[in-house]
């Protein structure tokens, strides 16, 4: 079993910056595929960017290309999701999953609780 512990969201301004991390515990993840995903209000949970286990293939949304990076370190046992030009329409909890494929879907095994990053304008 992999537990997931997401933190760094907040409030932030538009244009704005934060960086959320995704610390893992119960096994190493240096063999998962990780991967950020979102939830606005009233919205279905959206695919934000994932990494392969060792950082080679990278997938972002076409909406955070260009803004956001996505980044692991295997020996600290955790993923990064730095978010930069942030605008209101990236407000919502967002979710790291840990799982054996990258990819786009959400098809990962292990999921975190999420952290809620609010942009206000």
């Known amino acids: 079993q992999v537990q997931l512990v997401e933190s760094g969201g907040g409030l932030v301004q538009t244009g704005g910056s934060l960086r959320l991390s995704c610390a893992a515990s119960?096994?190493?993840?240096?063999?998962?595929?990780m991967g950020w995903f979102r939830q606005a209000p009233g919205k279905e949970r959206e695919f934000v960017g994932a990494?392969?286990?060792?950082?080679?293939?990278?997938y972002y949304a076409d909406s955070v290309q260009g803004r956001f990076t996505i980044s692991r370190d295997n020996a600290k046992n955790a993923v990064y999701l730095q978010m930069n030009s942030l605008k209101p329409e990236d407000t919502a909890v967002y979710y790291c999953a840990a799982g054996l494929m990258v990819t786009t879907n959400d098809e990962y095994d292990y999921w975190g609780q999420g952290t809620q990053v609010t942009v206000s304008s």
């Open positions: 990494i392969s286990w060792d950082g080679g293939i990278i």
């Open positions: 119960g096994r190493t993840i240096s063999s998962y595929a």
